[in-house]
């Protein structure tokens, strides 16, 4: 259960509106999610997530959108954020993400998960070699 509940006409405030109207030209769609509907209680909240989300992952960079999601779904599932590990899974699978890679993936993050437990028990000290070395 929420522990907030959302506006029930989030678009009469503004700044609700002006964030829901770059959500849906920014995506190229008339969806709104419950993401943006349930932080609608706080416009300012509002805001300022989405102007991270959307310089992270809508702004080209050095990563493709695909990677993005998917490094997306892997911190959402380390994080147990089941919301975020659905809509990125969605997200990435629109981008082209093939089962096959949904399943390397899923690899990768439960191997680094059981490893990451075991050497945050163990404390092992971290290799020299792996320390930040400067570039040429």
Do not use: Q
Request: charged fraction near 25%; glycine fraction near 4%; aromatic fraction near 6%.
């Amino acid at each position: 259960m929420a522990t907030v509940a959302p506006p029930a006409d989030p678009e009469a405030d503004p700044r609700v509106k002006a964030v829901f109207d770059d959500i849906r030209a920014t995506r190229g769609t008339d969806f709104i999610n419950n993401v943006w509907r349930y932080l609608a209680f706080d416009p300012a909240l509002l805001e300022s997530v989405w102007a991270d989300i959307k310089a992270v992952m809508a702004t080209p960079s050095a990563l493709d959108p695909k990677t993005k999601e998917m490094l997306y779904v892997a911190v959402s599932i380390a994080n147990g954020c089941d919301y975020c590990t659905h809509s990125h899974t969605a997200a990435a699978r629109t981008k082209g993400m093939t089962d096959a890679e949904h399943a390397d993936l899923l690899r990768v993050v439960g191997t680094a998960s059981r490893l990451n437990a075991l050497l945050n028990g163990l404390h092992v000290p971290v290799d020299p070699a792996f320390e930040r070395a400067p570039r040429p």
